[in-house]
């Protein structure tokens, strides 16, 4: 089916160990975004990709590292997940470039690190 | 880069119209206003988008100043259903999308 797609929808982790969420978008969408939410708080950009091979820094970048060959995956990879890390990840893609884009986002996966 | 200011939470009741207003003094010649919202436990979902004057959707209406400076978005007869979260977002599709900042949004709650 057409859409956005995330995996898993729930993780639970340990301290210092290495996760990777993964992003999967079906629309050629050039664009695609990494997002966290807090309870109780918006969304913080942590990464984005215009196009693969090309991924720049958010709001929140550190701990975490993304990468793009394909156009249709942008996996985000916690290298060593901490306590602060526990959050809900939210991916998004956007055929428009920019802040004024459309986005669409995914249903979010919800990571506990203990 | 433009910062904007929305109400924390909102109450009403069925059946009336919810006006939400978010402003940003430091919008730019470019910018576009956009705002989403977002039920519990999913990703948000953009509603409408809008430059200048009155924009009207099947789902809401955004009216925009001449100076630009607020946005109001608009919600006619609300139900229980419309109980969210809604962000305003100021950009422009020419600036990088790096800012993106969704900030807390305004949390809105309909009640019977």
């Known amino acids: 089916d057409a859409g956005i797609t995330q995996s898993p929808r729930y993780k639970i982790t340990e301290t210092g160990r290495q996760v990777t969420l993964m992003c999967h978008q079906t629309?050629?969408?050039?664009?695609m975004f990494w997002y966290r939410q807090d309870l109780g708080h918006g969304l913080r950009l942590i990464y984005y990709s215009a196009a693969a091979d090309i991924t720049d820094k958010g709001e929140v970048p550190d701990g975490y590292v993304v990468s793009r060959s394909k156009t249709e995956n942008f996996p985000l990879t916690l290298e060593s997940a901490t306590r602060s890390q526990t959050s809900v990840y939210f991916c998004?893609?956007?055929?428009?470039?920019?802040?004024?884009?459309?986005?669409?986002f995914g249903p979010g996966t919800r990571l506990t690190v203990l | 880069l433009a910062k904007t200011t929305q109400p924390i939470s909102m109450d009403s009741y069925e059946g009336q119209e919810v006006n939400i207003t978010c402003s940003h003094n430091?919008?730019?010649?470019?910018?576009?206003i956009t705002w989403y919202q977002q039920f519990p436990s999913q990703g948000p979902r953009f509603i409408i988008q809008g430059y200048k004057t009155k924009v009207t959707n099947e789902v809401a209406s955004l009216f925009i100043p001449a100076d630009r400076k607020s946005s109001t978005l608009s919600l006619p007869r609300v139900s229980l259903s419309d109980t969210a979260v809604y962000y305003c977002?100021?950009?422009?599709?020419?600036?990088?999308?790096?800012?993106?900042?969704f900030g807390s949004g305004t949390r809105l709650s309909i009640r019977p």
């Open positions: 977002l100021v950009g422009s599709p020419y600036s990088s999308a790096s800012k993106i900042i």
């Open positions: 430091n919008i730019a010649t470019n910018d576009y």
């Open positions: 998004a893609s956007s055929q428009a470039s920019g802040r004024a884009g459309e986005q669409f």
């Open positions: 629309w050629s969408h050039s664009y």
